[in-house]
């Protein structure tokens, strides 16, 4: 059975860190594009980060700024998402979400990707 676990997400103060992870079953991430994806209420769901299958070509959405590091551990099959520096705006669930690696999809489109967690939720607050 093919399924996507997200975990770390906490209540955290602004300028604090968090490490989400993304635990797949049922395929081998490293032959995958993997995405994180945050929906912060009344708003549409956007991309955050992604890496790309086989080569591990990274991207960040424009809000990041350096902030978050996206990475890929094969040997637990899981893709990790490092982010620092965090903000109010950063508060939102976060999403992983995967597709067979391919070209001449842009990352951020949601409608390329197959399978989805249920998410985690990212709270910044003081």
């Known amino acids: 059975q093919v399924q996507l676990v997200e975990s770390g997400g906490e209540v955290v103060q602004p300028g604090g860190s968090l490490r989400l992870s993304c635990a797949a079953s049922?395929?081998?991430?490293?032959?995958?594009?993997i995405s994180w994806f945050r929906q912060a209420p009344g708003k549409e769901r956007e991309g955050v980060s992604f890496?790309?299958?086989?080569?591990?070509?990274?991207y960040y959405g424009h809000f990041v700024k350096g902030r978050f590091a996206i990475s890929r551990d094969n040997a637990k099959n899981t893709v990790v998402l490092q982010m620092n520096s965090l903000e109010v705006e950063d508060t939102a669930v976060y999403y992983c979400a995967a597709r067979i690696s391919t070209y001449g999809s842009a990352w951020y489109l949601r409608d390329t990707y197959t399978y989805w967690g249920q998410g985690t939720q990212v709270t910044v607050s003081s």
């Open positions: 890496i790309r299958g086989n080569t591990d070509r990274k």
């Open positions: 049922g395929f081998n991430l490293d032959e995958y594009d």
